[in-house]
């Protein structure tokens, strides 16, 4: 198993961007969830080693994985503020999205948008 790595978590205004970024070599499958209390984490993006995306219907337009494991977040606002986990599967296709979950997980990076 590889750890993952997390970085690019912080503090911005709202309205602002930030770009997490994930290293995770060797899976087929990245993803990024969210840990929103009283649901766990929830799914934000995924993406397969061909580039295939899958997005939460609350980001669509406003956040843009990459295959490298980055996650690119634009108009930004309070709601999106949380700890940010990047995980990371060995399947492709079909399993990469987000219903079906990750398997190893980094450790988190906190991203908080101020009014």
């Known amino acids: 198993q590889v750890q993952l790595v997390e970085s690019g978590g912080g503090s911005v205004q709202s309205g602002g961007s930030l770009r997490l970024s994930c290293a995770a070599p060797?899976?087929?499958?990245v993803g990024w969830f969210r840990e929103v209390p009283g649901q766990g984490r929830v799914g934000v993006a995924t993406?397969?080693k061909d580039g295939n995306a899958d997005y939460a219907p609350s980001v669509k337009g406003q956040f843009t994985i990459s295959q490298d494991g980055g996650l690119q977040m634009n108009s930004l606002e309070s709601e999106d503020t949380g700890t940010y986990y990047c995980?990371?599967?060995?399947?492709?296709?079909?399993?990469?999205?987000?219903?079906?979950?990750?398997?190893?997980w980094g450790t988190g990076t906190s991203v908080t948008v101020t009014s």
């Open positions: 060797g899976y087929r499958c």
């Open positions: 993406i397969d």
């Open positions: 995980g990371a599967r060995n399947e492709g296709r079909r399993q990469c999205q987000i219903r079906y979950g990750m398997h190893y």
